[in-house]
């Protein structure tokens, strides 16, 4: 360690995180639902989304902005405005950076890539942020990593618990209620 620099992570102006984690639905099923997350979060998950309204293009489309209005319960973003700036549907990948909001009095940048890769019956999500703090003094962002893991989850139990609601007496295939912790 060099003497005078500081070596902790929130020392650093700019980084990246990353999380992975599994899902046991199927690729489809979890893609379909970051696809359709417009309307789904703030239905299936109103105690920590309020809305999300589409603000230009159709909500799904590259160019597409989106406002995102948080619940009370949010730690530190209520508000949040987001630009999708690229979508590819054969690699199930979502890229988009944030252009307003509460987020940005912490963060200059900030830029979200989620890719979701079948496996098996289930999915392995990856999630990713590359963000530029607005000063040295603010931690990485690891609540927000947290938050959308948690989400995902969430929205992905529910989701399954609805689909087998709508479809009496039919076997869900190897599809499990999946604990949010």
């Known amino acids: 360690m060099l003497p005078g620099v500081c070596q902790q992570p929130f020392c650093r102006k700019s980084g990246q995180l990353h999380v992975d984690f599994e899902l046991k639905s199927p690729a489809e099923k979890v893609w379909g639902t970051i696809r359709d997350s417009t309307t789904i979060f703030p239905q299936a998950l109103s105690h920590d989304y309020k809305s999300i309204q589409v603000l230009e293009g159709d909500g799904k489309a590259p160019g597409s902005v989106r406002l995102i209005n948080y619940s009370e319960g949010s730690p530190i973003v209520k508000v949040s405005k987001e630009r999708i700036e690229s979508v590819d549907e054969a690699e199930n990948k979502y890229v988009y950076s944030i252009i307003d909001g509460d987020l940005l ?77």
């Open 105 to 181: 009095k912490y963060y200059k940048t900030f830029i979200g890539k989620v890719i979701v890769v079948p496996k098996g019956e289930s999915s392995l999500v990856k999630w990713s942020y590359e963000f530029e703090k607005a000063s040295e003094e603010i931690p990485d962002p690891s609540v927000i990593k947290e938050f959308a893991v948690i989400t995902l989850r969430r929205s992905m139990t529910i989701f399954t618990v609805r689909l087998r609601e709508a479809r009496p007496g039919h076997a869900m295939p190897c599809m499990h209620a999946l604990s949010p912790f």
